[in-house]
Nanobody
């Protein structure tokens, strides 16, 4: 059973950067497409970024294009989300997820809080 653990969240000022990590255990990560999602208080969960199994294809929500970068290191069983030029509206709990494709996710982490505030 694949397990995912996110880390790297925290409080950052507008314009700042954070790098989230998602460490996998219980299976090899290269079997899965990976995604990052977020959910802000009172809002529905939204997809932020996704990456194919070998990292050859990525896709981003319009709201984060040019600011966020998803990457993966299958040798380390870890997926990353580099977040630059953070805005207050990026404040949310961020989750990583794994699935057989970028359209269907079967495994979810517990989430990590990102707060962007001055």
């Amino acid at each position: 059973q694949l397990q995912l653990v996110e880390s790297g969240g925290g409080l950052v000022k507008p314009g700042g950067s954070l790098r989230l990590s998602c460490a996998a255990s219980g299976d090899t990560l290269d079997r899965y497409a990976m995604g990052w999602f977020r959910q802000a208080p009172g809002k529905e969960r939204e997809g932020v970024a996704c990456i194919s199994k070998k990292g050859l294809r990525t896709n981003y929500a319009d709201s984060v294009k040019g600011r966020f970068t998803i990457s993966r290191d299958n040798a380390k069983n870890t997926v990353y989300l580099q977040m630059n030029s953070l805005k207050p509206e990026d404040t949310a709990v961020y989750y990583c997820a794994a699935g057989s494709s970028s359209f269907e996710y079967d495994y979810w982490g517990q989430g990590t809080q990102v707060t962007v505030s001055s």
